[in-house]
């Protein structure tokens, strides 16, 4: 569906700081079902969210009191991911399951590194496109695009994809807290599978998935229940060796799968890493 700015009942190009959207949704969107994209922005301290996301994320931050800091956690890995993959050499990034922008877009941090850095951003949230097409207005070598991770395939063949990225050459393709949103445990590999296989060499994979943590958790069934009531349909976290799963074949970089947080930290600590409470765990693999 392709909606018009006109529609908007705020500015979607300028979003002004505090300014957030109005309670009115677009046509085409039920703002009584909570969105995940919206639920995160919420988590992330934005704006661009409705009574229903709140309140359906404010229930999680009950359950999980610590997700604000987790989701602080993975915007962080993705930043440092890219920024690493870019200093690398990589100069083209396929990020699915994009999010309402924030600080640090991936396009963001690249064209830091390296101002010819392309981006294509895909998400199946109607909303995400829509700020997502404001932001990047004017700015060369990104495009933001419908698609359906389950449909990886579809992705791949976008024209828009095809138009910004040549998978000739080497690709990241970011997969970045939204694999758990996929519940058939064979079909998140095979997304994971489709992608790769259209990877040339030197391509890399970056994950992060919600994990269970080696005690799991009273709060799991809770988490699943509220995340039943979301547009995505169901949240489910998945264990260490669940995730290490979809980077079969390819060379795990250094410091492997670990919690967010401990991924090439910012500044270097000596902690053991504790896989033991439920978190998100990341991992950045290359592609041979
Ligand atoms: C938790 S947010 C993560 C955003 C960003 N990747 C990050 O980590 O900061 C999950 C995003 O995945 C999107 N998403 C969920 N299921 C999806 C699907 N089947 N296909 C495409 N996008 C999906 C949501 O709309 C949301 O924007």
Do not use: C
């Amino acid at each position: 569906m392709i909606y018009n700015f006109a529609d908007f009942p705020y500015d979607a190009r300028t979003r002004r700081k505090g300014e957030g959207m109005a309670e009115i949704a677009p046509a085409g969107i039920d703002p009584t079902v909570p969105s995940v994209a919206r639920m995160y922005d919420y988590f992330l301290g934005g704006k661009d969210n409705f009574a229903a996301d709140r309140e359906a994320a404010v229930k999680m931050m009950s359950l999980v009191p610590n997700i604000r800091e987790v989701a602080r956690d993975n915007r962080g890995f993705l930043g440092r991911a890219v920024r690493m993959l870019a200093e690398a050499g990589v100069r083209q990034f396929l990020d699915i399951g994009t999010g309402l922008p924030t600080q640090d877009n991936v396009h963001q941090v690249a064209r830091r590194v390296a101002p010819e850095a392309r981006t294509v951003y895909v998400d199946n949230d109607p909303i995400v496109l829509v700020h997502g097409q404001a932001l990047l207005a004017g700015t060369p070598g990104t495009a933001v695009v419908q698609g359906d991770v389950r449909d990886p395939k579809g992705i791949l063949d976008h024209p828009e994809v095809l138009a910004h990225l040549d998978f000739d050459q080497p690709v990241a393709v970011l997969l970045v807290a939204i694999l758990h949103f996929v519940p058939d445990d064979a079909e998140a590999l095979n997304i994971v599978a489709g992608l790769r296989e259209r990877l040339a060499p030197g391509s890399h994979l970056v994950i992060s998935h919600g994990y269970t943590g080696e005690i799991g958790g009273s709060t799991d069934q809770q988490v699943r229940a509220l995340y039943n009531t979301t547009a995505s349909g169901a949240v489910v976290p998945r264990g260490h060796d669940a995730i290490l799963e979809y980077f079969d074949g390819l060379d795990l970089l250094e410091p492997g799968l670990v919690p967010v947080d401990a991924w090439r930290p910012a500044i270097a600590s000596d902690a053991p890493i504790d896989l033991s409470r439920p978190t998100i765990l990341g991992g950045v693999a290359r592609v041979p």
